[in-house]
């Protein structure tokens, strides 16, 4: 994300909720950076039977509600379906019960996308309006449209 910062791009980090990475002054500092924005996600939110908590910090992203509403706050139940978290400690079958978090779930990514078309979109309209900036004017005999300089005479 501190490379995105400095080239001035969007761009987007995601690290586990609770990893003590997020403790980093390094991290900590981008809270004052202007156009970022962070997100708690939990992927029960996203239609899994876990929980799974990760966080995201984005910049020159707009904000994105929808990702915003993918926090749970239920204590071992999940909030948009009731049910029971599946408890991922321990091993099954020689693998670590937790390996089921390392896939990013189907709405999350499709969320994030989503954000990233939006962005891009937004930022290609943009810089399209700064290099043609329509301007009518009257002349004599009828209005000319002014795009990049070059004059087209209408009527």
Same mark, same amino acid.
């Given at each position: 994300?501190?490379?995105? !910062?400095?080239?001035?791009?969007? +761009?987007?980090?995601?690290?586990?909720? !609770? =990893?003590?990475?997020?403790? *980093?002054?390094?991290?900590?500092?981008?809270?004052?950076?202007?156009?970022?924005?962070? !997100?708690?996600?939990? !992927?029960?939110?996203?239609?899994?039977?876990?929980?799974?908590?990760?966080?995201?910090?984005?910049?020159?992203?707009?904000?994105?509600?929808?990702?915003?509403?993918?926090?749970?706050? +239920?204590? +071992?139940?999940?909030?948009?379906?009731?049910?029971?978290?599946?408890? *991922?400690? +321990?091993?099954?079958?020689?693998?670590?019960?937790?390996?089921?978090?390392?896939?990013?779930?189907?709405?999350?990514?499709?969320?994030?996308?989503?954000?990233?078309?939006? =962005?891009?979109?937004?930022?290609?309209?943009?810089?399209?309006?700064?290099?043609?900036?329509?301007?009518?004017?009257?002349?004599?005999?009828?209005?000319?449209?002014?795009?990049?300089? =070059?004059?087209?005479?209408?009527?």
């Amino acid at each position: 994300l501190r490379t995105a !910062y400095f080239m001035r791009v969007p +761009g987007i980090e995601e690290n586990p909720g !609770y =990893s003590f990475l997020w403790d *980093l002054p390094s991290r900590r500092s981008r809270t004052t950076w202007t156009q970022f924005n962070e !997100y708690k996600i939990d !992927y029960c939110a996203c239609g899994t039977t876990f929980r799974g908590r990760t966080r995201l910090q984005c910049w020159l992203l707009p904000f994105f509600p929808a990702l915003e509403r993918l926090s749970c706050r +239920g204590r +071992g139940v999940r909030d948009h379906s009731k049910k029971a978290h599946l408890n *991922l400690s +321990g091993s099954s079958g020689g693998r670590f019960r937790t390996s089921i978090k390392t896939a990013y779930p189907e709405k999350l990514c499709r969320l994030l996308a989503e954000l990233l078309h939006t =962005s891009a979109m937004s930022r290609l309209t943009a810089g399209l309006w700064k290099v043609m900036r329509p301007a009518r004017a009257l002349m004599s005999g009828g209005a000319v449209d002014t795009i990049v300089g =070059s004059t087209v005479k209408n009527g």
